[in-house]
Nanobody, 125 residues
Framework: VQLQASGGGLVQPGGSLRLSCAAS????????MAWFRQAPGKEREFVAG????????LYADSVKGRFTLSRDNAKNTVYLQMNTLKPEDTAVYYC???????????????????WGQGTQVTVSS
């Protein structure tokens, strides 16, 4: 499975962006999917994730209420809608997938075998 992340860019504080993660080589509908981010000088952190069925979604406290994760199985694509962006959201965002049919969402990157190339999100005025 290959993951292709896109949708990053430069946006002003309070603005919105939608990131996309397109999967090829396998149906994303059978994978647990997540977004992580890494800011300069900081460790990679979990942002949001969805289990393989889409029945369970988990968000980091820092993005809860502002970010929404969704999946379009017909397009084999997962989306991260990011609203009310803040400067501290600035980071490279990575999508990740894991081929495990478990009901829970894993928040640690080591549980994900497939990674996209990353897309830069910069929130600045």
């Amino acid at each position: 499975v290959q993951l292709q992340a896109s949708g990053g860019g430069l946006v002003q504080p309070g603005g919105s962006l939608r990131l996309s993660c397109a999967a090829s080589g396998g149906p994303s509908s059978t994978y647990g999917m997540a977004w992580f981010r890494q800011a300069p000088g900081k460790e990679r952190e979990f942002v949001a994730g969805m289990n393989w069925s889409g029945g369970s979604t988990l968000y980091a406290d820092s993005v809860k209420g502002r970010f929404t994760l969704s999946r379009d199985n017909a397009k084999n694509t997962v989306y991260l809608q990011m609203n009310t962006l803040k400067p501290e959201d600035t980071a490279v965002y990575y999508c990740a997938g894991r081929a495990a049919r478990q009901p829970i969402v894993m928040t640690q990157g080591r549980f994900y075998a497939y990674w996209g190339q990353g897309t830069q999100v910069t929130v600045s005025s």
